[in-house]
């Protein structure tokens, strides 16, 4: 006997799944059988998708809201179509898309239909994809230019610094004893300790 599956999809752990969800339930999909991952759609490489791929066969019906659910890169996109499809035989629904309900059409104007839908809807998924990757990029080319520091704030260094790493080089502080007196971690106190030296030989 035919089964139907649903497959949820979310970029990551602080995004919510509850729309997809209620997309899943609406088509009276059981809870047990709704595979969720939560990570990027780069790739096909997630868990719950795996066992779905796994447990899925031969006429079963799969749900997925929207094509970018699936995933976001054209050609494993398409890949990943033509083994449901075609090598396991399953049927797929794309609730945001009528066109691509392969339970319709099953005639050669049909398929091609859906293929050319597919192939459109995956294009334009990824090349969106793209486009807010180079979004990204130009925001932080952007702030950089506006001075805006990324990654961790720079550790701030005590008043006597100058004199902690003297008197380490003198050996009258252990290398232990000037990290505990700087509170630093032992690399940073290292790069900062060499900073300083540098600046000092230029002042000379």
């Not at 083994?83 to 898309?97: A, F, Q, S």
């Amino acid at each position: 006997m035919s089964k139907i599956y649903g497959y949820v999809r979310v970029s990551s752990t602080d995004q919510n799944e509850d729309r997809q969800l209620a997309a899943m339930h609406e088509q009276n999909v059981p809870d047990i059988n709704i595979y969720i991952d939560k990570q990027s759609g780069k790739n096909f490489n997630r868990p719950q998708y795996r066992k779905l791929i796994k447990k899925i066969r031969d006429g079963d019906l799969l749900y997925i809201l929207s094509i970018d659910r699936l995933g976001r890169n054209y050609e494993e996109i398409q890949q990943q179509w033509r083994i449901l499809t075609k090598e396991k035989g399953v049927d797929i629904c794309v609730i945001d898309m009528p066109l691509l309900d392969t339970r319709n059409g099953k005639d050669l104007m049909g398929t091609f239909i859906a293929d050319l839908v597919l192939q459109i809807l995956s294009f334009v998924a990824e090349t969106e994809r793209g486009n807010i990757r180079q979004r990204q990029q130009q925001g932080i080319a952007t702030a950089k230019q506006k001075g805006v520091k990324f990654g961790r704030p720079e550790s701030s260094l005590p008043n006597n610094f100058p004199k902690i790493v003297k008197d380490w080089k003198r050996g009258k502080l252990t290398t232990s004893e000037a990290i505990k007196k700087s509170n630093l971690s032992r690399s940073t106190f290292y790069r900062k300790a060499q900073k300083y030296e540098l600046l000092e030989k230029k002042q000379k």
